[in-house]
């Protein structure tokens, strides 16, 4: 396989799961959702890094840190709205400047817990 038949597939890959994902996440709970976040958010850079390592090698040495901290950022930052069931990341400037805090949920307002209870 050639090097444009690999973007072709990541795009094609990156589609389904994006579909795949949507349709999941009508379909599922939210304590499901909220549960298998961590998973599906490792999952997610993995497929992504392995993609760009077989799209670019080289450049790839300098993508996967940047990937990895994508989605350590992700897991950290993110949090949800038990009241309205949203997932919210909780650096969004908008929430800071409509609530005047940053642990408040965008739509409604209430307090956001996070992803993974403690
Ligand atoms: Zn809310």
Known sequence: MGKDDFVTLYFIVLGLI???????????EFETRRRQHKTI???SAVII???????????????IP???LIAFQNLRHTKVCVNCRKFIQSYNLRSMIVH???NKCLKCG???EKVIPE
Do not use: N, Q, R, W
């Open 18 to 28: 994006a579909v795949a994902y949507f349709v999941y996440s009508l379909m599922v």
């Open 41 to 43: 958010t490792i999952l």
């Open 49 to 63: 890094g392995t993609f760009m390592s077989l799209i670019a090698l080289p450049a790839a040495v300098l993508i």
């Open 66 to 68: 940047f990937i990895a």
């Open 100 to 102: 005047g805090a940053k």
């Open 110 to 112: 209430s307090e956001l």
